[in-house]
DNA sequence: TATTGTTATACTCTATAACTATA
DNA sequence: TATAGTTATAGAGTATAACAATA
């Protein structure tokens, strides 16, 4: 039991590496990093405010500004004042930035082409290992 | 199915992004960045070149000189003259590298603790199917 | 001449501490 | 006074270009 962990482990290890190298290579690809894709992805969904970025980012509030501040410049998101609360600051995509989200999307192959190597069996029992590892059953 | 695979392509995001939040957060915990990490644990198993560590590493060789010149400052690699080739150089781990790389590996818990939560059934059924993702069978 | 590695440089990511403005 | 965000600053990751030493 312990060998198969560790195996998997490895295996965990080799395919997580793949899946970070592919996102790096996507996002470069459109001209962004990997963390400017990330912010982007998750603006694009619905205005988010500086504060629920580092959160979601899992990083500093100082960091977000820098990042936020060069995708601004890149004319790709813009700065709103927050809707009831003066001191905040919702994020926003541009017309061009949801261009920019929807080329990445495009871009990073990676999922969906793994994905499509596997059987509809295959599919449905790592959808249901993947539930159970993210604490979503059980 | 094009439903299955979005629905997948989110799990296994969400996934990756806490897999990689536990490996940087054990990296600090040791005192290391996950790219110091990282290089500890390719050096940890044999002496390695610096080229190879930029292909392992999938970066620049400029790079890897910087990563090991800070590893190097602390005490857990040096270099080596290569064993052929007299241009090359080969990294090797210190007696205190080696302690600092197991507890980095005691330190990230996250694999074991995820795969932990599986049967043995579904963990059969992970590695069969990281397996066809990684381009090991089939 | 080609290759291995380093140096110089520049940009990005990241956090900490000090600050401004608003609540 | 507490909170949201920014600024200043510093260390680390990253790549490109120019370079040294060796093959």
Redesign the pocket.
Known sequence: MVDQVGSLGQQMWDFVYAYDAAYDRAAREVGL????ACLLKAVAERPV????LASR??????????????LESKGLVR?QP?AR??????VVITPDGAVLDERMRVAFTFPVERLGLLSSDARDALGSALDVMLGRDG
């Open positions: 990093s990997a963390a400017q405010t500086m504060g629920e980012l899992l990083c500093d509030a100082s960091n977000v500004t820098q990042i936020v501040t060069r700065r927050g609360d003066g001191r905040s600051k919702e």
